[in-house]
């Protein structure tokens, strides 16, 4: 086999795997997930895991409110490369910044969580992206949802952060910063900040790779 011929196959396979790679994403293990800051009480049924949320806790760091915190229960797996992830969030919310959803992490200074935030009686969609200090995005939503599904792809330098309400359309909400060719953790997380906890439960936690899309191209155009 020449070198041509090589390289065609290669891309070959990979043009495979992109076009089905929505198709081909398989529930994450729960079993084999790691917890940072694991909560008190936990539970796994399945595909389903819910977290009593820790009281008094959050992801921070500086940016309007001068403090820093990341104590929040968070439970992950470890992924490198290009991905897309989705999960089902339900969350028994009660008090204000009540919030569930994804996080996606490298470090205590470089991650973004998405998800439901309950703020002054009203569920709001929302994104923090932290890269040394925090920022915040609402997306305010007319009645409370008993679901909502978070769908993040990562290419290259970017994540871009979707929602759903019914696991069908997806609406684009956020497109982030965040470095690639970084490994990050990538789950489920949930926050109390001023309250004493509430209920979550996640469900569907997938994460299907995606061909590195510099490499793709890199072989399209050296095929000879």
């Given amino acids: ?14 043009a495979a795997l992109a076009a089905s790679a929505g198709c081909a994403a398989s529930a994450q293990s729960l079993e084999k997930m790691t917890w940072f800051n694991e909560p008190s009480q936990w539970s796994i049924a399945r595909d389903r ?3 009593r949320v820790t009281p008094r806790t959050d992801y ?6 001068g403090f820093t915190v990341d104590d929040a229960p968070f439970y992950y797996a470890e992924y490198g490369g290009e991905f897309e992830a989705k999960v089902k969030i339900e969350g028994d919310y009660k008090v204000r910044f009540d919030q569930a959803g994804m996080m996606i992490r490298i470090d205590h200074e470089n991650y973004i969580k998405t998800g439901i935030e309950y703020v002054d ?10 890269h040394t200090t925090s920022d915040w995005s609402v997306i305010a939503l007319d009645r409370p949802v008993d679901a909502i599904w978070i769908k993040a792809v990562r290419r290259l ?7 759903s309400f019914d696991d069908r359309e997806y609406h684009l909400m956020r497109n982030a910063w965040m470095s690639a060719n970084c490994p990050v953790k990538i ?6 900040p001023d309250g004493d906890g509430f209920e979550a439960t996640f469900s569907g936690f997938t994460v ?3 061909p590195d899309r510099v490499r793709t191209d890199w072989l399209r155009n050296n095929q000879e």
């Fill in 60 to 65: 921070w760091r500086i940016s309007h409110y």
């Fill in 187 to 192: 789950g489920m997380y949930g926050a109390s």
């Fill in 1 to 14: 086999m020449t070198l041509t011929d090589m390289i065609l196959k290669q891309i070959a396979i990979l």
């Fill in 121 to 130: 009686g009203k569920y709001n969609l929302s994104t923090v992206v932290t």
């Fill in 157 to 163: 330098d970017a994540v871009e952060i979707f929602y």
């Fill in 49 to 51: 895991m819910t977290m």
């Fill in 208 to 210: 299907a790779h995606l």
